[in-house]
Structures are given as structure tokens and as C-alpha cells.
């Protein structure tokens, strides 16, 4: 097991539903897990344990390092559902459709050649990038590569949509 980050997308509506309502939130996560898997992949994102890797490649830091302000905010924005709520590792977060779409933008613009480049198994180690174990495999920065591009596509819909994004550590 370990800490997985989870990106949820849902409507402007829902979003200002749950704020400040974690039980109502809960049995919303509850109800997505329901549905068959097809269903869940278009409305959730597991981006596994890849998310301080990626973290790392935007920023040059992890989670605990990283500026304030910069893609870690990404996925903990500080915007908290409930700051009372453990949805398993902490409270959800969440980014309104502009700061999605900000966010979005952003993200389209980086060159995915100097984000693979930045990858390196013994700083990311030393910088203690979750999970901690990363190695010289060219199989691990293709999974970071990989997720990045879910990502990219996941967060696009969210735009298209003008939906917003709910992250959390599962």
C-alpha cells in the first residue's frame, strides 16, 4: 500500500456542496466508488504514488521543500473541504474550474523533454521524494512521464467542463 493521490473532478455546484461538509463529501467518494470502472475513470484520477515524483519534476523539490505558490499546489492548494476531515492521509483539497484552468495552462506550456531531464533517482532520494525508493530505471521516469500525461488529459476535461478538481492522500 502507501499514499496514493487521488484528483476528482466535479461540478462548480458540488464543489461549493461539500465545502465545509465532509460527511456529505465522504458519501460522494463512497457513491463514485460504486460504479463500475469505466465510470470511475471519468470522473477520478489515481495518480498513485507517482504524485511527490511529480511534484519533484515540476518544482525541483518535494512536497515538504517545495515554494510556496508552485505546482505543489497543484495537488495540496491549502483550500480544504474540511479541515477537521481525514479522507485518509489529511483533508481533501480542492482548485475552483479558474485555478483549474490556470493550473491547466500552465502545465501545457512546460517542455516534457526538460521535466523527463530533471529526473534523478539519487537527488530524489536525498530530498526524500515520496516514496522514497526511486531508482536510475528508465522505467520509473516513463511511469512519472506517463501519469504527467494522465494528468494533462484529466485536467483538460476539467476545463472543457469547467469543473473543479478535489485531491486527497488515499
Known amino acids: ?6 484528483f476528482l473532478r466535479v461540478s462548480l455546484e ?3 456542496k461539500f465545502v465545509g461538509k465532509g460527511d456529505l463529501f465522504l458519501e460522494y467518494i ?11 475513470g471519468e470522473v477520478l484520477l489515481d495518480l498513485d504514488k507517482s504524485w511527490d ?12 521543500n517545495a515554494p510556496k505558490d508552485s505546482f505543489a499546489s497543484l495537488f495540496f492548494s491549502g483550500q480544504l473541504i474540511d479541515p477537521e476531515q481525514d479522507v485518509g492521509y489529511g483533508p481533501a483539497h480542492y482548485l475552483t474550474p479558474d485555478q483549474v484552468k490556470r493550473y491547466w495552462q500552465k502545465l501545457e506550456q512546460l517542455n516534457k523533454d526538460v521535466l523527463r531531464s530533471r529526473y534523478d533517482a539519487s537527488m530524489m532520494n536525498d530530498a526524500e521524494v ?3 525508493y526511486w531508482t536510475d530505471d528508465n522505467e520509473e521516469i516513463d511511469y512519472l512521464m506517463t501519469i504527467f500525461e494522465e ?8 476545463v472543457e467542463e469547467e469543473a473543479a478538481i478535489i485531491t486527497y492522500l488515499s
Open 1 to 6: 500500500m502507501g499514499m496514493s493521490s487521488i
Open 14 to 16: 458540488d464543489l461549493q
Open 30 to 40: 463512497a457513491s463514485i466508488y460504486s460504479y463500475e470502472d469505466d465510470e470511475i
Open 53 to 64: 515524483g511529480l511534484i519533484y519534476l515540476l518544482t525541483g523539490s518535494s512536497l515538504h
Open 130 to 132: 515520496y516514496p522514497n
Open 151 to 158: 494528468l494533462l488529459a484529466f485536467m483538460q476535461v476539467a
